[in-house]
């Protein structure tokens, strides 16, 4: 089976109110969702042993495990309240997809998947624009995701960073995706809504590849030539913009912009609330509540000094969806403040430690699964180890589920998404530093544990659900 490794001072520069683009989205709050209007349908048209996938992130910035369309599947169903843009798993094309929207899926002759809406040219191609830029061999999402495709890595590693011949490429391929969009809307009826949504996307891939360079540079002040500080010092005002939150590339760019600002705060210890109070400062409106939130959620887990004081002044500011989600997530950084190496929750959001659960169920034989919502592998297993379960819960046998996702509404829609028995279902909630972690080494999920009657461990990295063996293996244990 696969597995999924687990990887885990500043100039203020302000941002006039006005600049502010509101053309598209409101300010968004958790009661802007249309009723109607959030289950996105996707019909299949796929050939016999036709498969794709997508995977998606939301508003959040939390990314949902792909889902496969087949042959076999002729309905999926999404949810989202937003424009979404969904990405290929296979060849990481995008595809922007509307609350409410019925999509037909097929695969062309190129192999790759081709979205429509029945009777509506203009959103067909919409769907397929960036497929379109795909096939002129711009891999838009690589190259935004991963810095130009590993030219920068390379430029590190022999030491010769010119920034002025990365920004001037950064910048070529800027203009020539905008003279692709403006060919493209010559030749294609698509309407002006889309247009913007695009145009602020490649902008921010733009922002993004400029900014990437801090990544690199270990605060070496040497590799990294002063144009570099002063064009993204003078780039921050532009991220004021409360119309494009929403956008990937804006919240990848924004990311890398919080740690730009953050370059000099590594061994101060009040890093999180200058860094938050830095980056306050330059946004304002929406973009400023979501750079706000983003540093929030990234430190959940992690809980440094001042953040519960942060925390509570935030939400008490504004009732919306980030609000919202830390509301939502508070039994996870209430639990770290607790016990920072050794808290598990249940489904019931009660806190419970490792040795109280090997008590719980002692006398049985467990089988510990560890997984989390976006590890694919884990889904496709989950079934294997419920299966398992099943045929042997007559001789005194369990499994149990031990997440390390970072959000409970994640964890708990995949737990229902996979049948998982709530009853043996648990999380661990800052497995970033959980002794648990570290004590059995889980760099990899999944992982499996087995465990006998008396609570001592038989194999801490025992066979996954589908070995053959196994079955065997548990029937021998005491």
């Known amino acids: 089976m696969k597995t999924i490794l687990i990887i885990i001072f500043v100039g203020i520069v302000g941002c006039n109110s006005k600049s502010q683009d509101n053309n598209i989205l409101r300010d968004i709050t958790i009661n802007q969702k249309i009723p109607g209007y959030d289950t996105t349908i996707f019909k299949s048209i796929l050939k016999d042993g036709q498969v794709v996938s997508f995977y998606y992130s939301n508003e959040c910035t939390d990314t949902y495990p792909p889902f496969f369309i087949s042959s076999k ?19 990481q094309i995008p595809f922007l997809v509307y609350p409410g929207e019925k999509i037909i899926v097929d695969v062309g002759k190129d192999n790759f998947p081709h979205l429509s809406i029945n009777g509506n040219e203009e959103r067909s191609n919409e769907l397929n624009f960036f497929l379109a830029l795909y096939q002129t061999k711009d891999f838009l999402v690589q190259q935004t995701t991963f810095f130009l495709g590993g030219r920068l890595n390379k430029m590190v590693a022999i030491r010769r960073f010119d920034y002025a011949e990365w920004n001037k490429n ?143 002044t935030f939400n008490k500011q504004r009732n919306d969806i980030y609000s919202a989600y830390l509301l939502e997530n508070k039994v996870l950084f209430d639990s770290s403040i607790a016990d920072k190496s050794n808290i598990i929750l249940d489904a019931q959001n009660s806190k419970t430690t490792w040795s109280e659960l090997l008590n ?40 149990i589920f031990i997440s390390i996702d970072e959000g409970l509404s994640k964890w708990k829609n995949a737990m229902r998404e996979n049948g998982i028995d709530s009853k043996n279902s648990f999380i661990i909630p800052n497995w970033k530093t959980s002794e648990i972690i570290k004590r059995f080494k889980v760099n990899l999920i999944p992982r499996y544990m087995l465990i006998g009657k008396n609570g001592q461990i038989v194999s801490d990295d025992a066979p996954s659900p589908e070995d053959k063996n196994l079955k065997e293996r548990i029937e021998s244990v005491n």
């Not at 999926?76 to 990405?87: A, F, H, S, V």
């Not at 169920?361 to 419920?386: E, M, Q, T």
């Open 73 to 91: 599947d002729s309905i999926q169903k999404i949810i989202i309240r937003y424009p979404t843009l969904l990405i290929d798993s296979r060849q």
């Open 170 to 312: 950064a910048s070529d391929i800027y203009n020539k995706r905008k003279k692709f969009l403006n060919d493209y809307r010559s030749h294609f009826k698509i309407s002006d809504q889309f247009v913007h949504y695009v145009e602020t996307f490649f902008k921010y891939a733009y922002y993004l590849q400029l900014i990437a360079p801090i990544h690199f540079s270990n605060n070496d002040s040497l590799f990294l030539a002063k144009t570099y500080y002063h064009t993204i010092d003078r780039l921050a005002p532009k991220f004021c913009c409360d119309s494009c939150v929403l956008n990937p590339t804006y919240q990848w760019a924004v990311s890398n912009l919080i740690e730009y600002f953050g370059r000099n705060l590594q061994f101060n210890k009040r890093k999180f609330l200058l860094l938050y109070d830095t980056t306050s400062k330059l946004l304002t409106g929406s973009s400023k509540r979501f750079i706000q939130f983003l540093q929030l959620k990234r430190n959940m887990n992690l809980m440094p000094e001042d953040f519960r004081q942060v925390v509570n």
């Open 360 to 399: 719980k169920y002692k006398g049985n034989i467990l089988y510990i699964d560890f997984w989390a919502s976006w590890c694919v592998p884990c889904r496709k297993g989950i079934p294997y180890s419920a299966r398992l379960g099943n045929t042997l819960k007559d001789k005194n046998f369990v499994v």
